[in-house]
């Protein structure tokens, strides 16, 4: 390469890096906007959402297409009724409204029961709630909502855009993980019965299923996602098949088994000074995010790790304490019969009762005698 083209080539760079610096100096970045106003003009239209519209409901056991629903632009009020219409119904379908409070404000969350989700008489199965760090899994439909502006000569309308749709899930999704939306509203519903089918197919009854109606706040915000734009109001509609019980400290205990605040299926990261009821050691960290619960400076790990020479009979075949014990029905020589123990002065520990001080618990002691 001659000097000639080395310059010129340097010459066009140099003016290229200017030209783009440039532009991106005169780009204006929006500031985030205030939750409480955003809230309170997305507020408006999920509830004038809820008044215009109507739900048609599939009933179709054993298929795919049980419990969808679809919703329509009400066009005949004495035969369409409002979703809204259905606010604490004392049937299914039934709307419900919650209250969340994050970013220093409180969010009304509405949401659609179609059916909370039924434990099979025969089988035993479902009529189980996730809490809100467990893994679900769910098929779903997402669509954002979005007002257009009144004219002299044309009304404000809202329209309801699809961005997602998963009919045959194959994977849980951790709540701890996804949307604020979705942990607050997944616990208030139940997982059904299933079959497994001889072509590897997988039939799911009686499972919960609704809708849930998402300011941005409890989604995705300035933030977006993908195809959603920032500052959408969500609707999902939902069926929740099945549950995965996460541990998201890997401590050995399941974090549904850390809601040591009275089991309302709700556990959270709250700001520094703030009293958290699911935080043993009132450390800032709530015990199902904490690899030591109590403070005693040895991991629950270690804790609930069953000392050397265990019984197998008496004791289970895992290296570790489950929280509870664990016996079938009918009984098995590899149940865990034995729970997480409480320490014991008298050399005999309590591995069953309810309400033992479990060792992982227990800071003056690590070991259970």
């Not at 030209?19 to 970045?29: F, L, Q, Y």
């Not at 004495?78 to 299914?92: C, E, F, G, K």
């Not at 050397?308 to 304490?321: E, V």
Request: charged share 20%; hydrophobic share 30%.
């Amino acid at each position: 390469m001659n000097k000639f083209k080395f310059y010129f080539i340097l010459l066009i760079t140099t003016l290229s890096i200017f030209s783009c610096s440039k532009n991106d100096n005169n780009e204006t970045v929006e500031p985030i906007r205030d939750y409480q106003t955003q809230y309170d003009a997305e507020i408006k239209i999920i509830e004038e959402y809820l008044k215009t519209n109507y739900i048609t409901v599939t009933n179709a056991p054993g298929q795919t297409s049980d419990q969808d629903v679809v919703i329509s632009k009400i066009t005949d009020a004495a035969n369409q009724p409002s979703i809204m219409s259905y606010l604490d119904a004392p049937t299914y379908p039934k709307l419900i409204k919650g209250k969340v409070n994050l970013h220093s404000i409180e969010y009304t969350l509405y949401y659609l029961v179609l059916r909370e989700g039924v434990k099979d008489a025969v089988t035993g199965l479902g009529g189980v709630s996730p809490c809100n760090v467990d893994g679900v899994l769910t098929s779903y439909r997402g669509t954002y909502l979005s007002q257009t502006t009144a004219t002299d000569t044309t009304p404000s309308t809202i329209t309801a855009t699809q961005f997602e749709e998963v009919v045959l899930p194959n994977d849980f999704l951790s709540l701890f993980s996804t949307i604020t939306g979705w942990g607050e509203t997944f616990p208030k519903f139940k997982t059904g019965s299933y079959v497994s089918n001889p072509n590897g197919t997988v039939t799911y009854n009686g499972f919960g299923a609704g809708v849930m109606f998402l300011p941005s706040g409890l989604a995705y915000y300035a933030s977006g996602s993908f195809s959603i734009p920032s500052y959408s109001p969500l609707v999902f509609s939902f069926k929740l098949y099945e549950i995965k019980r996460l541990d998201q400290d890997n401590d050995g205990i399941p974090s549904y088994q850390e809601d040591v605040s009275g089991g309302d299926g709700y556990m959270r990261i709250l700001g520094v000074g703030v009293d958290n009821p699911d935080d043993s050691d009132k450390d800032g960290i709530p015990d199902f995010y904490d690899v030591d619960d109590d403070g005693d400076n040895y991991t629950t790990r270690l804790e609930i790790t069953k000392p050397g020479g265990s019984n197998l009979l008496l004791d289970g075949p895992s290296a570790y304490y489950p929280f509870d014990p664990i016996v079938s029905n009918p009984p098995k020589a590899t149940d865990e019969k034995r729970g997480v123990p409480a320490y014991s002065a008298t050399g005999t520990p309590d591995y069953t009762s309810p309400g033992r001080k479990r060792i992982h618990l227990d800071k003056e002691h690590h070991t259970a005698n």
